[in-house]
């Protein structure tokens, strides 16, 4: 490529004129199609794309360089000190003048918002085409993560390429020197067990982020779930990431977790996608899964009704009317149910009262285990334990449920009063319930459970209750063994329960 144009070998001539490249960098790569739109340039595509033809400019001797308006990976190309100075500046060489129009300042206070004036918008960009040097800087960390595409790369380069420190170290204090009004850093290098004292001219504690104010008031209003860090959960975070946990709303962003920008916009677009998908539908799909309700078995007793969480049950007239379009089917007002007036279809106290007796007319082993597992952990950790082919003891039943809420208490006592030597109840963890509290239910019934077994002198140690993930094959197979072992010291459950069924 030719740069010379109307610059000539001589500037000072009156008639010549400075070539200007522009822009600097990814004017046209805007993720929007536009150009001066935000961009997302990967590192190998800036290499093997974006910067050869300003590579070939500069050798060919172009003096001026106009800076791009947009922001590329997040960061404004005015204040993109790694462009500009690392790339710009460093590595390629470049001997002149970067170049940009005044209204991109203002930019950076009203559109890209990282400076809060001109002032310090123009501040800003001055640092970033500065190389600061002699400076030293250490990170003291507990703990390091580098996920994310890239972002392990980051990391090395900034310990090799800017000479960053990193100490896995405890800090106990910060105190001012005597001498001077340093700062002194205090605590201890996990890795060499000394304890140091660093000075330091600044020092900032970088706290972890939190979930933006008003996010338990929004989750509370549209009855989304939250993690225990009150970020909004995902439906499932391998197949649902954008799903909340009620149908038709979906989230994005650091709403749900701290993430990087990539993984935002990816989890936008597909929130964006779901949206559409559903409104140009037209209609919406019940589950199948919508619990069915007799009115001729209902005695009003409004239990139901505070139990569900999905605001599917209205009482009206006195009949329990079921919202189908809010109904997700976790069971939990069918187990409250003491007339079995509603019922989860395929999950009904007959279907699995069935599952039990046919699971005892086969008994073999002892101790025998009836294993309750919901749908969307325990029992993929169940499943996972098989095909990741780790060994546990055989004399395991499992019974599928969606949700260990749906688990009525009865149905314990029929699986330990027809032959079971224990019964196992599996889970989610809480804060990953698919129903928002469905687990957090099944503990308080297996606390009931375990009351009513003392009282009739059966050993509680032969109900559990635990929770067990998608990924835990591990543990179920662990868990298992363990509780078998105990069994086993118990006796068979005949012993516990022969003065009882006498009576
Ligand atoms: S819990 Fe059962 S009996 Fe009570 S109001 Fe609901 S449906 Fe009717
Ligand atoms: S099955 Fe669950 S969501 Fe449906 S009405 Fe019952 S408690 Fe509510």
Redesign the pocket.
Known sequence: MGARGSQGNDLSGTTKITVCLKHFIGYGAGINGKDRASALIPENYLRQYYLPPFTEAIKSGALTIMLSSNSVNGIPCHINKYYMTDILKGELNFPGYTVSDFSDIDFLVDAHQVAHDKKEATKQAILAKKQIVGTNITVYYNDVRAVGKFCEEFYNRAQEEFQIRYIKSNISSVVKSDANDQLLIRGENVFTGKLFEDPSDLIVLAVGTEPPEGTEELANLLNISTDPNGFLLESHLKVRPSDSSVKGIYIAGAIQSPKDIPSSIAQAESAAAKSIALLTKGKVDLDPLV?RYNKDLCDLCRLCEN??E?N??EIVDDTVN?IGAN????????AMCHTNALE?PGFTKEEVLKQIKVIMDKKKDSPLIVTFLCNWCSYLGADLAGTSKIQYPTNTRPIHVMCTAMLDPSLVFEALFNGADGVLIAGCHPQDCHYISGFKKAENRYESITSMLEELKVNNDRVKIISISAGEGQKFADTIKEFSENLKKLGPISKDIKGIQAK
């Open positions: 619990v139990v569900c999905f599917a049950i079921i109904c997700v089917g976790c069971g939990a007002c069918a989860v």
